[in-house]
């Protein structure tokens, strides 16, 4: 299928479904069942197996014509993380029943990864899992869970095994958040926000049928999960001073009166720096569209959260006597995440977490040094012993 | 001059550390005992006034050494206040001047906490017998009962103000803001450099707040670290980790020495100026530079308002704008060491 | 645009980097074959100039290909200033500007190595038929058969002149004095930009060389790291120097695309100055900060003369200076990404 | 003794050996033989068992009488590194051979430890020493020894004993410079110069009256050696811009038109750590004074290193068109080091050792972790097994 043909497609959708009286959710699902969703998913998934690079033209054609989108920030999970993984892994009976409202944004999505024991070291985690019948029954507490409060399903990974070393023992699952045994609570954090929420899992019963992948196999799934988690942080496309480097620049045009020649210094340094991050985005996009896509994604991400914390902590310094102010500290816990909002402390704060989430940026440069550079990895003293017997 | 602690010193620094080890300081920024009453009962609040005045009769070194204990406590007391309005009144030394000191009042010196010296000031009008103006982000000031206010070339003394809170970044040193609405006041004298010396002074004791900071960020981090298994061995044997910790403990060594230094200076008078450049201008640095990598080190616990490691990160970021940052300092700093512009 | 090499840049680098692989820098700077000549032969000393000139027709984006791989292999060639004056020629577009272009000479613009757009050039007197002064440290001059000076705002033309010479920091490219004392010149027209814009299109191509240093650091710093064995096992394996060439190679994929970017604005015309500044400016820090590392990491081997980094760490720093250090091309960024001073 | 009765001492010895009529050697010897050299050595060694503090006594009070001095420049590998050495490991016999000459500089000293092979990790070393009878004959190449070419005497580390772990199987020697199988060759460095050299030890016979310490002890004399190189590298004195701060200062002042805002910022910020780090030295020797002598050495060297290396980045930066140029690249051998000799080229390239020589600052860095830090060790993987197994 050409672009002219997809686009032939678009316009089919919106001559049956006219975005100006149709009905949101209506539209939402017609899309998906038109294959327009992401055109990359096999067809009858709200795709057509196409090519990744053919998807701009269908939201470009969209967007053109005034049709609402899915909101992608606020399912951001569902869409980045879960899908992929329940498409890769999933039986057909799971694709049909989740991936039409995941993408509709009906049905919101968590992930239940992250434990207090277990944060870079996702294999060390110690959720269990235990059979009981057609369900597993599942104790422990995850931490960092943005959306659990929203969201109506997770992917949560667990252990079923702790008599065989770490990697070996988990298994993944689709986990009801409405379902008994629940318990989320916000998280908050030194922004004053609690974008994130504790979840505690108490005996919580998991159908068989909501398992992902082998029992046993959950940490190859879960790889599946983050690398297209790695892959939406640091691929975005973006104008220049589309970011950080956007908002900084515009507080220093707005305030001719607070500038000094050594904050000029860095703040060109960093813009110059910015500008480079945004031209790389756009080499690994140009790779990406050319189906070669390029090991870049890491180094996005780490350089996003070096320029982001660093831009963020040059406009406190330059604001200096409103540096000083914080807009507030009441708890909120907002729906989105926004990295550019509030006032430059929030930013300045915010920005801390750019090197934690999703991968900090010292388990990044490992990946990078081992998988890019090819540098020997150093020896691992936590491969071949059970997990119950490694020092916790 | 030694840049070690005195046997005086050591044991003032003891004295404080169990004060503050008893009142620790909540997540949310508060302290539970009357600490500060503690600290003035103890003298500490007036250790630079002459005995004569009702004070301690020490210098500006072992008002550092408290200064240090209670960055690394990150208590919430407006001892930085104290220190700005005390620098100026030792140095205005006018009666009115020595009054207010022998008062043992708490005074607050009205300029923004982000002055410095050589820095502009705010422009509060003076009619002779009254005050009228508003002057932002003042540290300190809910706490105050005189009000050291420059005006027109002279130090005034109000007795009342409107002080209105901020919601500031760091909760531990709110700032407020504080207008005069003709209110009554008495001249103090001349300013003839009192709130620029008080400023020099204040720059060379956050030094030490700071070099408390970053101790209590590297020793937290170091901790942490030791006590927290990933990957089947402890975090902290994890080589790049260690290097990273260890640079910032080769800096910190830096900030010692130079806060020490800077605080000497202050009492001795040889290069007093030139030392508080030095010493602010790195120590702010370091201390924001160890506060960030033990919230990156602790991983995302750094990042909940349950680890109270974001207190010492919104003090280290709020301290390296108090009485200058950084580029500003060393802009003081470049005649004073022969390097013009 | 793409900012990936078409499929004739990848050809061109493979047939440059394979004329460098039989000719390889020694570690005294110089190279065995006839490696300029061979560059002339294949075309890649005249690439931008149009077809019917005799030149390749082909853009700067491939001019810069080949600087990259001259940068990779630290051949000392006389290629940078030949792009100087090639872009000031074309610019001027003048009749016997265009005389030289098709006359194939070695052309050199006659500023020393470290001027920058914007920045002031040096005086050399013209009296309308002879030149008379001295311009020092300019580079790849002693190939030079053709000398175009700028003086009192003409670029001129002079055939002869006396060059000097220097012992040169990076011996790769090495500089010289150049001195004409009353020599006969031509005016090839008004510079009417064409000096800037000469040195514009080297910083853009500049960058691409220093992609090509640090490139060579990094990888040979990784793979003498892979063999070399301390404390029974392999360097490389230590996490401390993983994470640092991590973070190098994170550096270089931003240099990348900025020195790619901005070589194709010089075709385009887009951004053309704003690009060349982002990616001379940062490229330059990154080339130096690859052959530092690489000395550092290679320990003693990498201060010896035997080994070549000593090359690439002097072509880097002498890089860093030549056609504007960062901080005076980010002078030249802050109007034009709208952030005064 | 007090500081009194010491300088009464200084005066005796002035007494009788006018520094203006006597002979040089002739005064450093009876200066030695006065206890006078260094009066925290022992007695007729050179001391007077005294603190090592009240050795500033002597020195200030000498170097007022104009007395001269043993040059300590030229012989500081003696000073700093065999004598503390041969003190603490030696025989009665070598003590009297070795240390008065070597402290009156009739005789020079060098240090044979590392090799190609064997940089930071000096237990891994190669150089064989095997019996034969009452000698032992040493084979094997060392580099990176500075003096070599002048010495006439060195200490030596050598393999003993290669079906041990490496750090069991090392004995440490005195090496005759002269004796046959004794190859110097210049090591040319990146500045051009060749302060060092390569040592080639050929079927070398060295007495086992030379052997300092036992048999297969010699990582622990060594550890003597490098604990009193550290100590010398961090803890010098220094005026107010007395190193390379001053050197940029100076030029900095001299070229007003070179000056730009942004080195303005980079200049001061380098000059203020320069002089914390002359501070740092400062109450280093404080705490020495007093008898703690406090973990900050390595510090300081660590500190040194990155500075010296930044300040003359930025002075090569900040002569531009001058910073391309370079004074000489012809062949030297130095008798002594000068770290800010040279032009700024020089001191760019050659303050790049600073890192490295003495103990790389990687190597530092782990040493401030674990002994100062008290992180965990990382396993060890070359700690049991015999030296002729390990990977090399």
């Known amino acids: 299928m050409t672009g002219a043909d997809l686009l032939e497609r678009v316009a089919a959708l919106l001559a049956e479904h006219d975005p100006k009286s149709t009905d949101r959710l209506e539209f939402l699902r017609a899309r998906f069942d038109a294959g327009l969703a992401w055109v990359h998913f096999p067809e009858g998934m709200g795709g057509l197996g196409l090519p990744i690079a053919l998807h701009g033209v269908v939201e470009s054609a969209l967007a053109e014509a005034g049709a609402p989108d899915n909101d992608p920030r606020r399912i ?68 960092w869970t943005s959306s659990a409060h929203t969201a109506r399903w997770a992917i949560l990974v667990t252990r079923t095994d702790p008599d065989v070393p770490k990697h070996r023992g988990m298994t993944y699952f689709v986990c009801d958040m409405t379902a008994p045994g629940v318990d989320v609570r916000p998280l908050r954090q030194i922004t004053g926000e609690a974008e994130f929420n504790e979840v505690f899992l108490t005996d919580v019963r998991v159908p068989d049928a909501y398992r992902l992948g082998e029992v046993g196999d959950g940490w190859r799934v879960a790889q599946t999960t983050l690398m297209n988690e790695r892959v939406a942080i640091g691929g975005r496309a973006a104008p220049r001073e589309g970011g950080m480097a956007g908002v900084v620049a515009r507080t220093w045009r707005e305030h001719p009166e607070l500038r000094t020649p050594e904050l000029h210094g860095r703040l060109l340094e960093l813009w110059a720096r910015a500008e480079a991050l945004r031209l790389a985005g756009q080499r690994l996009r140009d790779g990406l569209a050319k189906g070669h896509p ?21 406009e406190v310094e330059f604001l200096g006597e409103d540096g000083l102010r914080y807009h507030d500290w009441t708890m909120r816990r907002p729906e989105v995440v926004d990295f550019t909002g509030g006032d430059a402390g929030y930013r300045y704060l915010r920005a801390k977490g750019n090197s934690i989430e999703g991968g900090t940026s010292e388990i990044l440069r490992g990946i990078i040094a081992e998988r890019i550079l090819g540098l020997p990895a150093e020896a691992r003293v936590d491969k071949d012993v059970p997990w119950k017997d490694l020092p916790r | 001059m030694s840049l070690l602690d ?89 009666d009115p001047a020595v009054e207010v000191l022998r008062s043992g009042a708490d005074a607050a010196l009205v300029v923004p906490l982000s002055s410095w010296a050589g820095g502009p000031l705010p422009s509060v009008k003076a009619d002779g017998t009254t005050l009228t103006g508003t002057v932002r982000s003042v540290a300190d000031a809910a706490a105050a009962t005189a009000f050291l206010v420059p005006a027109d070339g002279s130090l005034w003394l109000a007795r009342e103000a409107e002080v209105t809170p ?32 008080a400023l020099r002074v204040g720059a060379a004791v956050l030094a030490a707040e700071q070099v408390g900071i970053a101790e209590w960020c590297l020793t937290t981090t170091v901790a942490y670290l030791k006590q927290r298994y990933q990957f089947g061995r402890p975090v902290g044997s994890f080589q790049a980790l260690k290097h990273r910790l260890a640079d910032l ?54 990042m909940t308002w349950e680890h109270p490691v974001h207190l010492y990160l919104k003090r280290a970021k709020a301290d390296s704008i108090a009485l200058g940052t950084p580029g500003r300092l060393r802009a003081v700093l470049a005649p004073l060491a022969d390097l013009p512009a």
Do not use: Y
């Open chain 2, 166 to 197: 901020v919601t500031s970044l760091d909760v531990t040193r709110p700032v407020a803001d504080v207008s005069f609405a003709g209110v009554a006041a008495v001249r103090l004298g001349d300013d003839g450099g009192a709130v620029a010396h």
């Open chain 2, 249 to 302: 403990w080769q800096e910190i060594v830096l900030a010692r020495a130079a806060a020490k230094a800077a605080a000497d200076a202050q009492d001795c008078g040889v290069d007093a100026e030139l030392l508080a450049c030095v010493a602010q201008s790195l120590c702010a640095e370091v201390a924001v530079h160890a506060a960030e990598e033990a919230v990156q080190l602790h991983g995302g616990i750094g």
């Open chain 1, 294 to 314: 390029g090991p870049e994604g890491s180094a996005l991400k780490l350089a996003f959260a070096r320029l982001s914390q660093e831009l963020s902590g040059l």
């Open chain 2, 6 to 94: 005195t046997e005086v010193e050591t044991e003032l620094r003891a004295a404080v550390a169990e004060l503050l080890a008893d009142n620790p300081t909540t997540v949310d920024g508060t302290v539970g005992g009357d600490v500060w009453g503690s600290l003035r009962e103890m003298g500490l609040t007036t250790l630079p006034v002459p005995e004569e005045l009702g004070g301690q009769g020490a210098g500006w070194r072992e008002v550092a050494v408290v200064a240090e204990e209670l960055g690394r406590a990150v208590t919430p007391v407006p001892f930085l206040g104290g220190v700005l309005a005390t620098a100026a009144l030792l140095h205005l030394a006018s």
């Open chain 1, 76 to 143: 951001g999970i569902g869409l980045g993380m879960a899908a992929p993984t329940i498409l890769r892994h999933g039986t057909d009976e799971q694709r049909a029943r989740f991936l039409r409202p995941l993408w509709t944004g009906e049905e919101v999505w968590c992930q239940l990864f992250s434990e207090p024991g277990a944060g870079s070291d996702l294999a060390g985690l110690a959720t269990r899992a235990r059979r009981d019948g057609d369900d597993w029954v599942v104790t422990g507490q995850k931490v």
